[in-house]
């Protein structure tokens, strides 16, 4: 009996041995980590600006009269002899002009050829048609001494809604720098002449001339210097042949050496002649867009040009596009009457015919297809 009780004992001390042992704890389940999002890339925006540029502004005594004849006695009113042109100067973003002759004013007395001095009112007439970059560094600009120079500033001084460049009193940049729907644009404006003719050494005004002797040293570093300052780099310059319809050496090899500094867009005038549309690597060349007014009486220089294109920016990446050469014609009747700029998609076979040189529809039709690449040229 005592047996049964003790062993009736041990199996309760087992059972109760047993009933200590934890039964076992579900471990709550390992929080989740929550699946890390990459940041959704920035989506690439679009930079553009629109440019319109044409060539050299020649104010000859035949334009300035019939200016005068239009003002009716009260100064000069240029605005009739351009009117064509208005609407394509003021849908672009940014519309570019060779203003050839100084704008001494009649204070000085306006005249003709050889030594150009032109009214104020056409610079005031052009800023009207709606452009805003003017060139002034051409083989005219000392034509009418220091006076030409300073009155042709102070000019543009009192607007400063336009920019002027070629034309600076010493120490100053001659890199302008200008900024359009986000682009920002560096211009740079040199003359490989001027004529023979200097300001006095102790002048406080300056035009850039290109010098050849040096390969070109101080157009190369300033571009050099534009690159870090803009997305894009205009050289406008005035070089090159009167009369002649191809670039010369010194054109072509000057254009390389820009090419290579790193300008992207380079606005050539002075020929008085339209002249070929081409690249150099990434570098767009114009080598002259011709007259833009005149009253020359060579049939090739009745024609110039407008250059139109975009300035396009997508994030790190820049480019030019939609480049079109459209034709302009000087177009005038006899005794010189009638002076006015028509662009070649409103020009027909009668103007032609009344033209006071010998010229056609199809001469400048042809001149324009010899001169300028298809892929550029637009007549319609």
Not at 61 to 86: I, T
Not at 131 to 139: E, G, M, R
Not at 323 to 351: C, M
């Amino acid at each position: 009996m005592k047996k049964i009780s003790i062993f009736l004992v041990f199996i309760f001390i087992l059972s109760m041995l047993g009933g200590c042992h934890s039964a076992p704890v579900e471990q709550p389940d390992a929080p989740q980590q929550e699946t890390q999002r990459q940041p959704e890339p920035e989506p690439i925006v679009e930079k553009r600006a629109s440019f319109f540029g044409v060539g050299d502004n020649l104010i000859h005594n035949c334009v300035y009269w019939q200016a005068e004849k239009h003002a009716s006695g009260d100064g000069y009113n240029f605005l009739p002899m351009y009117e064509q042109m208005r609407g394509d100067i003021e849908s672009a973003d940014i519309a570019y002009i060779n203003q050839e002759t100084v704008l001494g004013g009649t204070e000085i007395g306006v005249s003709s050829y050889p030594q150009f001095n032109s009214p104020q009112e056409l610079g005031r007439d052009m800023i009207d048609l709606g452009f805003d970059v003017f060139s002034l560094a051409t083989n005219h600009a000392f034509d009418k001494g220091e006076k030409g120079v300073r009155n042709t500033l102070a000019f543009f001084d009192s607007h400063p809604e336009v920019t002027a460049i070629g034309m600076y009193k010493k120490g100053e940049e001659i890199i302008t720098v200008l900024e359009k729907n986000g682009i920002k644009l560096a211009f740079i404006n040199y003359t490989f002449h001027t004529n023979g003719l200097s300001l006095p050494s102790d002048s406080e005004y300056y035009v850039p001339v290109a010098d050849i002797s040096n390969d070109y040293k101080g157009m190369v570093e300033a571009v050099e210097r534009a690159k870090g300052m803009a997305d894009f780099v205009v050289f406008c310059v005035h070089w090159g042949d009167e009369g002649a319809t191809q670039p010369n050496k010194i054109q072509k090899d000057s254009a390389k050496i820009l090419a290579d500094a790193g300008c992207d867009v380079i606005v050539g005038t002075h020929s008085h002649t339209i002249q070929p549309v081409e690249y150099i690597d990434d570098t767009l060349v114009i080598y002259s867009l011709g007259n833009f007014i005149s009253a020359q009486k060579g049939p090739y220089n009745m024609m110039g040009g407008a250059i139109k294109f975009d300035f396009v920016l997508k994030g790190e990446e820049k480019s030019i596009e939609n480049v079109r050469f459209e034709p302009l014609i000087n177009q005038y009747e006899a005794g010189f009457s009638n002076i006015r700029v028509i662009p070649f998609r409103n020009y027909t076979e009668q103007l032609g015919h009344d033209h006071a040189v010998d010229v056609s529809y199809n001469y400048f039709k042809n001149l324009a297809e010899e001169t300028i690449d298809a892929a550029y040229l637009k007549l319609d």
